[in-house]
Every structure is written in structure tokens, then in C-alpha cells.
């Protein structure tokens, strides 16, 4: 028998509407939600269920918004008889999901603390000044020399897949940056709808803020093992994940060495728990070989159940 992980998704992959099917059909999922409105002290659900996009794009919303859904839909599969995954990751804010899941981080610590990262994150460039790209079609080291050779700030962010890098920084050295890789023979290059420039240098002024309230916060041992995204190393030391967790924020996600390091050791199926299907879609360019399901609501988790 192969080993499974269980993957959890970051930002991006919010949609009005999340949770609630999982809300009105699993105990345990409602509870995620209740606890989530109680810590943060204004009805997180009713954002999620029926607000508007624009508040849940705001990222200092998105973030606890996806961690609370990925909580619910993960609290559901274990209520429901899923077994304990044999790994956990997370893409970006996802890692928060996967360390509630192993049992690390308590939840509503978890979502004060997402709420308070988003906020850092949107507070650490002013608006219009960062941008992120999705470069489609160009290896990494290609993009890495480009990113090097624009002035300013400019540099890989998020490693999802073999050919697709999204890069972060300031916006006009990222559009320089796009120029040069089509020019180099990158496929596509795409700008991205986000309010700031995740996982680069620009992003310091957020980490330090956010390593004070990091420092402070409890870590019990692990259930299970995690896969980090700043390093792509396997984990079940608690006492390093505030330390993870900081240098998180101003670098990239090695999220293809991830999954690769995952499959290393045995895994041959991956759950994506919570909302989207966007880290199946990635494992599809990863590795064909891996089985990928989705629980995002009562339907999938029925027939990843069935399934598995």
C-alpha cells in the first residue's frame, strides 16, 4: 500500500459560497466555523457563505476565510471515518491548515494569526506598487536569470509545477521581467489579480511584524509529519515551525520539490482538503502517476470516500 497526504490550498482559491454545503451537512464543520466567528469577533461564515467577493478578496479576509474551509472540510473527513493522512502540506497559507490538521497549532490561534498575516501583507507595499506574474513555459533557472538581470526587486515566489513559476515583486520590474521572458521563450506570462507581492523581499517588513506574534504562539507535538514550503523538508519537530513559518513569508514555495519529496517517500495519493481544485490541477503537471481527489464539499467528500 502506497502512503497518503493530505494537501491544503492557499490563496487564490476562495469562492463565495465555501464551507456552507460542508456547514449544513457535518457537525464538525460547523463547529470550525462557530469557533472562527467567536475568535475573530465578526461572522467569518456569512463572509464566506454569502458575502461578496470583494471583502473575501481582501487578503487580511482570504486568508482565514481558506483556512477556516480547509478545517471544516478536514474536521468533516475525520468525523466522517477518514483515516489520518501519513503526511500534510500546505501552498503558502495552506501550511497553517496542514499544522491545525497535525494537530500543532490550535485553531482559533490559527485564524487570529492568519487574519493578523494578511493584514502585514497587505500593509508591507503600498497598493499598485507590487504585482505577481504566472510564468507558463520557461525552466527556472531561465526565470531566476531574468529576474536578476530587471532592476528592482523581482524574483521566483511560488515553484508550483515543472512549468508553471509565478514571481513576485515591484510592479514595473515584473513587467520588465514578463517582456524578457517572452522574449527568452516563455509560452505565457501572466499578471495576476492579487493585492500584494507575496513570498519576495518586499514582503520583510510583514515577516517581522509577524514573527512577534509567532514567537508567542503555542505549538503542540505533531500527529503527523509536514512537508514545509520554505525548505521542501520533512518536519515533525514543533519546535521549529514559528521559525517556518516566518521565513515563510519573504520566500518562495518550493511546492514542486514538495510534492516530489512527498512522492520520495511513498506517497502515491494526495487529498486536496478544502476549497478549489488547484493543487490537483498542479499534481497533474507534477507527476501523472499520483492519484489526486478534492473534498471541498458533502459530494466529494462522498466520493473521495468511495473512492479511496
Not at 466555523?33 to 458575502?51: I, Q, T, V, Y
Not at 521563450?185 to 518586499?202: D, M, Q, T, Y
Amino acid at each position: 500500500m502506497g502512503k497518503i497526504a493530505y494537501i491544503f490550498p492557499g490563496q487564490g482559491s476562495q469562492s463565495v459560497g465555501m464551507g456552507k454545503d460542508l456547514f449544513d451537512n457535518f457537525a464538525a464543520a460547523r463547529r470550525v466555523f462557530e469557533e472562527a466567528d467567536d475568535a475573530l469577533g465578526f461572522p467569518l461564515s456569512e463572509m464566506c457563505f454569502a458575502g461578496n467577493a470583494e471583502d473575501l478578496q481582501l487578503t487580511e479576509n482570504t486568508q482565514p476565510a481558506i483556512l477556516t474551509a480547509s478545517v471544516a472540510a478536514y474536521r468533516a473527513m475525520i468525523a466522517d471515518g477518514f483515516d489520518a493522512p501519513d503526511f500534510v502540506a500546505g501552498h503558502s497559507l495552506g501550511e497553517y491548515s496542514a499544522l491545525v490538521a497535525a494537530g500543532v497549532l490550535d485553531f482559533a490561534d490559527a485564524v487570529r494569526t492568519v487574519r493578523k498575516r494578511g493584514r502585514y501583507m497587505q500593509e508591507a507595499v503600498p497598493v499598485e506598487t507590487g504585482a505577481m506574474a504566472a510564468i507558463l513555459g520557461a525552466e527556472l533557472d531561465v526565470i531566476e536569470a531574468v529576474c536578476n538581470d530587471v532592476e528592482g526587486v523581482c524574483s521566483p515566489a511560488n515553484i508550483n509545477s515543472p512549468g508553471q513559476v509565478v514571481i513576485a515583486g515591484a510592479s514595473n520590474a515584473v513587467d520588465a521581467a514578463c517582456e524578457l521572458l517572452k522574449e527568452r521563450g516563455a509560452k505565457r506570462a501572466i499578471k495576476l489579480n492579487v493585492s500584494a507581492p507575496f513570498h519576495c523581499e518586499l514582503m520583510m517588513p510583514a515577516q517581522e511584524r509577524l514573527a512577534d506574534d509567532l514567537k508567542d504562539l503555542s505549538c503542540a507535538p505533531f500527529a503527523f509529519p509536514i512537508v514545509h514550503n520554505v525548505d521542501a523538508n520533512v518536519n515533525n519537530d514543533a519546535s521549529v515551525v514559528a521559525k517556518e513559518l516566518t521565513s515563510q513569508v519573504s520566500s518562495p514555495v518550493r511546492w514542486l520539490e514538495s510534492m516530489r519529496q512527498l512522492t520520495a517517500k511513498g506517497v502515491d495519493t494526495m487529498v486536496e482538503v478544502g476549497p478549489g481544485k488547484v493543487l490537483c490541477g498542479l499534481m497533474k503537471e507534477i507527476d501523472r502517476e499520483v492519484r489526486c481527489f478534492n473534498v471541498e464539499d458533502s459530494e466529494s467528500l462522498r466520493n473521495t470516500k468511495d473512492t479511496l
